[in-house]
């Protein structure tokens, strides 16, 4: 049924979800809209039933109560999960409570941020499937029945733990720091981690939208120094840290040394590929340029995807790969089932692997050869739009003088000793680097070619953040 147009911000709908400022562009009115136009675009495909559910940021309740009444109002039918980490709706989905997913979440982002990531048809919506939603509300293309849908609720986590703990065995007990910043997976990994066995030692493990101990983004070096601290001060095996909605991880081992993704990645390809030669395991742009070789000698087939968590998992579909990840965090492993990305799944089968030896975790990722890196730069922008310009001229003026320039996305600019990235983020307004090389000296020297680029072409007059 079509109904006259209403206004919402086109700056929400982003690459791979709905994201915006709580009570700014993203309001209860926009909820309900995006929650009418999901629950239209549901009724098109001839279906209605919806799990939502929520992450634990204050505005996260009003906004899913409104995204819940626009669902309804569409004639979905809809289960309430309540509060939860992002991976277990996935997992209510994968379950067959509901083919169709609405999660209230603001990931890893500041407190103030919120927004929605969207299921259909089992599989996370982005690029163009975000902005058909759009398009349907400001034309006006929602469906408005007489007779709302039903509203129940359900009770998940049980499940979701029974699962997990079944399929995880411990050969021998680690004592672990959890770190779950205030965030969603408060709620259950002290019982999922004790439940498969281990000493857990927590922090931070208690759901606070404020976020008060740190930003709820495990990526950022900062955020890592109260684990770091635990896990040295109590000679903990290693510690593991969760995004705010929990669909991404970290972890540190016993030195306190980060463990990035792409090096948990690689070790839980060689793993898997001992029972499963010959499969895909995808990377993303942003991963170590070891990986290739890692997973060659492992006996897999690498393939490198675009970042992304939506896109990652369709790239894991599309090429049936096995195992796929993120240097952000988000890891795909599909062997026993699971389809979808998990902080939580990702680390108890982390665990699986380390308890396997009598060596320390340290010893075992000392094994994985391991360059000079950085973590994730961001130079900022006053807006998207001025970013990706930014990263479009870049791009087309571009002097790096590499031996193999990797568009896939943005530049990859890899050299025989090493390589660096720059790619407009979908997550926000900024140009995101990463480099990475054999020495300390050629890492220095192929930063130096970034940022000489960066001024020849006056791309910004803030100070480069690296």
């Not at 509203?151 to 779950?180: E, S, W």
């Not at 990645?265 to 942003?286: F, H, M, S």
Request: with cysteine.
């Amino acid at each position: 049924m079509t109904i006259p147009h209403n206004t919402i911000a086109h700056s929400l709908f982003r690459a791979y979800d709905v994201r915006g400022v709580y009570a700014d562009n993203l309001t209860e009115h926009s909820a309900y809209l995006i929650g009418q136009a999901i629950g239209s675009q549901l009724r098109d495909l001839g279906t209605q039933s919806v799990v939502l559910g929520r992450d634990g940021r204050l505005s996260s309740p009003a906004l899913a109560h409104a995204a819940a009444q626009g669902l309804l109002q569409a004639g979905c039918h809809v289960t309430d999960l309540g509060m939860l980490p992002t991976p277990v709706l996935y997992f209510a989905v994968q379950s067959g409570l509901a083919a169709h997913g609405v999660m209230i979440t603001g990931s890893h982002n500041p407190p103030n941020e919120n927004g929605i990531k969207i299921v259909i048809n089992s599989e996370c919506q982005y690029n163009e499937q975000i902005q058909r939603l759009y398009e349907r509300i400001m034309r006006g293309e929602l469906w408005h029945e007489p007779q709302a849908g039903k509203l129940q609720t359900a009770h998940i986590l049980p499940n979701y733990l029974q699962t997990v703990c079944q399929q995880i065995h411990l050969q021998r007990r680690l004592r672990i720091g959890l770190d779950c910043g205030n965030g969603a997976t408060a709620l259950l990994a002290k019982q999922l981690f004790r439940d498969i066995g281990c000493e857990v030692h927590p922090l931070f493990c208690e759901v606070d939208g404020n976020f008060p101990n740190h930003s709820p983004d495990p990526t950022q070096p900062a955020n890592l120094r109260s684990l770091q601290t635990l896990v040295r001060e109590q000679a903990l095996d290693i510690g593991i840290a969760f995004d705010g909605d929990g669909d991404r991880l970290i972890a540190v081992d016993g030195n306190g040394h980060i463990l990035w993704p792409d090096r948990i990645l690689t070790l839980l390809a060689q793993n898997v590929l001992r029972e499963q030669p010959g499969r895909i395991v995808a990377y993303d742009v942003k991963c170590t340029y070891r990986l290739d070789k890692a997973i060659r000698d492992a006996g897999g087939i690498p393939g490198m995807c675009i970042s992304g968590h939506s896109l990652l998992k369709k790239y894991v579909r599309d090429h049936d790969a096995v195992l796929g990840g993120e240097f952000s965090g988000h890891i795909v492993l599909r062997d026993r089932g699971m389809e979808y990305d998990d902080g939580m799944y990702i680390a108890a089968r982390l665990l699986e692997i380390l308890a396997q030896e009598t060596a320390s975790p340290a010893t075992i990722f000392a094994r994985i050869p391991e360059g000079f890196s950085t973590p994730e730069h961001k130079l900022r922008f006053a807006s998207y739009d001025a970013a990706t310009a930014a990263m479009a001229i870049w791009m087309q003026h571009q002097q790096l003088h590499a031996q193999r320039l990797i568009t896939l996305d943005g530049m990859r600019a890899e050299y025989a000793d090493g390589w660096g990235l720059a790619r407009a983020s979908n997550t926000s307004p900024s140009i995101t680097l990463r480099f990475e090389a054999d020495t300390a000296e050629r890492l220095e020297a192929i930063r130096a070619v970034f940022r000489a680029d960066i001024q020849r072409l006056q791309l910004t007059t803030a100070a480069l953040p690296f």
